[in-house]
């Protein structure tokens, strides 16, 4: 705005342009408190905000040798739902290292819905008549047309008399998961680590309200083939999808199969039919289970002969260290 100001006309733009972004940014906002404060006041409505936190790595050390600075370390991913409600935030923190992603888009909207579904069906959904979701604006993760297959379909399913999604403005979205993940990091920067039992152990010492979940072979939960569950011919894709910020589905009759779209909080709702007129959609068709994506031959002789001597020799021979 500074270097505009010689050119008043190209400024007054730009000005108006910041001014419109934060007013926008401000409606969202409010939307999202506004959400939370029903969840604490209301018992039969679940809000639920998701995000992928920054990974980390095995080992680590708060005195972390220089000599492993520059290697590729074993990755451990961390994906985060959390609920508000009653005033109890609780959080579920799902630990993936990095042979344990599904095979396609390892941080894909097939993945991180796998992880919404069983955190929903943890702890969202017995007793609920509405869902409310909040997560940033992530294409590739979270608004896209496979997103919105879903959520329709836990409307048929029954699940929700009515579920809404915000997806915050860019550049305004932090919001509590931020938090739940700042104290894991916390945790983690003090400790030594060697195992995913250790990632383990910190998420659940972090804080109050922070739960570690493994996948642990497919005990801690499934990765369920939603792409193809969805891509039968059976759904058509929104147009224009980045452009909408607010998603509403309904389970009643004549709403079922649709979205309601809005631009922003309060604004004009567009309806739009996502099943199919001809469609032999099933939904209590089983899903069927995706195989987890194990690690190179490659990779391993990596982590042998680049990372192991920096583990503590009890644990030496864990995970392909």
């Known amino acids: 705005m500074q270097a505009a100001k010689s050119d008043i006309d190209k400024y007054n733009i730009i000005k108006d342009q910041y001014e419109e972004h934060h007013k926008a940014a401000d409606l969202e906002r409010k939307h999202y408190n506004d959400n939370i404060e029903k969840s604490k006041q209301d018992l039969s409505i679940a809000h639920i905000c998701y995000d992928w936190a920054q990974n980390v790595s095995i080992p680590y050390s708060p005195q972390q040798v220089g000599s492993i600075f520059f290697k590729t370390a074993y990755a451990v991913h961390l994906f985060g739902v959390c609920k508000t409600e009653g005033g109890e935030n609780r959080q579920i923190n799902f630990v993936i290292t990095e042979d344990e992603f599904p095979k396609g888009v390892s941080k894909g909207a097939n993945t991180t819905l796998n992880m919404v579904y069983q955190a929903i069906k943890t702890f969202a959904k017995d007793g609920k008549k509405d869902l409310h979701i909040t997560c940033d604006n992530c294409i590739a993760q979270n608004k896209n047309n496979l997103s919105l297959f879903f959520w329709s379909w836990l409307s048929m399913l029954g699940w929700y008399n009515n579920i809404t999604i915000n997806f915050m403005i860019p550049g305004h979205t932090k919001f509590i998961c931020d938090s739940f993940f700042g104290h894991i990091k916390k945790t983690y920067r003090n400790q030594k680590v060697n195992t995913v039992d250790d990632i383990e152990d910190i998420v659940n010492n972090s804080s109050k309200g922070n739960e570690g979940l493994r996948y642990n072979g497919g005990i801690g939960w499934k990765w369920f083939d939603f792409q193809n569950f969805f891509s039968k011919n059976n759904f058509i894709n929104l147009p224009h999808i980045t452009k909408y910020h607010h998603f509403r589905f309904s389970n009643l009759s004549e709403d079922l199969g649709k979205v309601y779209c809005s631009e922003n909080s309060g604004g004009v709702e567009i309806c739009h039919k996502l099943l199919r007129d ?20 490659e990779r391993k002789k990596y982590l042998y002969q680049k990372i192991r001597q920096h583990i503590e020799d009890p644990y030496k021979d864990v995970y392909y260290l």
């Open 278 to 297: 001809d469609n032999n959609f099933n939904i209590n068709e089983k899903l069927d289970i995706l195989d987890v994506m194990h690690i190179s031959e």
